[in-house]
């Protein structure tokens, strides 16, 4: 089974359009996020939920909303998606304790190209 | 600017031959981690060394951190074709909440 599992793998979609990633984790991590990783593989934390509450929101655009109905779920909704949103989106968790130590764990990505 | 930077930014070796990639960043930390990402896929973590630690192996990976430079290297022996991905080295911060801080990766080819 797949820990860290994202849909949809591709999505390519036009200028203007909502669209929506989802991820689940069945490690029983109280930690997620979301990453961009551009172009240049540069990868960027967008945001960051613990149990469901948002902890890290590293200054991306109201156009970018999460959301984590359960500690397992964190999905990612996109509106009027723009050029610049192209970009491999990957989903991660991870669980903060002293033997963990934060090791993340990613789904294999999705790769979004707006047109 | 970014927390880590790996150099150099692409490398490209014989299988059988070592490779080092070397991380530097700003600012004090709690770990720092490094990861692969094979081409394609997400990313998958390697080894974690503490701020209190100098050196980590695991199998041919060797990862050491000099907390005052503010950088870690890791050295990757005996390389085989398998090895070519991208290396990312992750430094974790602790600012009212963990936060880790990937750099922008060095990508190694390993020529069979």
């Known amino acids: 089974d797949t820990a860290v599992s994202q849909t949809p793998k591709y999505l390519v979609t036009q200028m203007g359009n909502d669209k929506s990633i989802k991820c689940e984790q069945n490690l029983g991590h109280d930690t997620m996020y979301w990453y961009k990783q551009d172009s240049k593989k540069f990868l960027k934390i967008m945001f960051s939920y613990n149990n469901k509450e948002l902890i890290i929101n590293e200054t991306v655009p109201n156009r970018f909303s999460p959301k984590s109905p359960d500690k397992a779920h964190l999905n990612l909704h996109i509106n009027s998606l723009e050029l610049g949103d192209s970009a491999v989106y990957f989903c991660?968790?991870?669980?903060?304790?002293?033997?963990?130590?934060?090791?993340?764990?990613f789904g294999a990505g999705t790769r979004l190209s707006v047109l | 600017s970014q927390q880590g930077e790996e150099d150099p930014q692409a490398l490209s070796i014989q299988e059988g031959e070592n490779a080092t990639m070397n991380c530097s960043y700003k600012t004090s930390i709690n770990n720092l981690q490094w990861y692969r990402q094979n081409s394609g896929r997400g990313l998958v973590h390697l080894i974690l060394i503490r701020s209190n630690e100098r050196e980590k192996h695991s199998g041919r990976l060797r990862v050491t951190l000099d907390t005052s430079k503010k950088s870690s290297s890791l050295l990757i022996t005996a390389s085989r074709a398998a090895d070519t991905a991208s290396y990312f080295c992750a430094t974790d911060l602790y600012t009212g909440g963990f936060k880790t801080i990937f750099g922008a990766g060095t990508r190694l080819f390993v020529k069979a």
């Open positions: 991660a968790s991870s669980q903060k304790t002293a033997i963990a130590k934060n090791i993340q764990y």
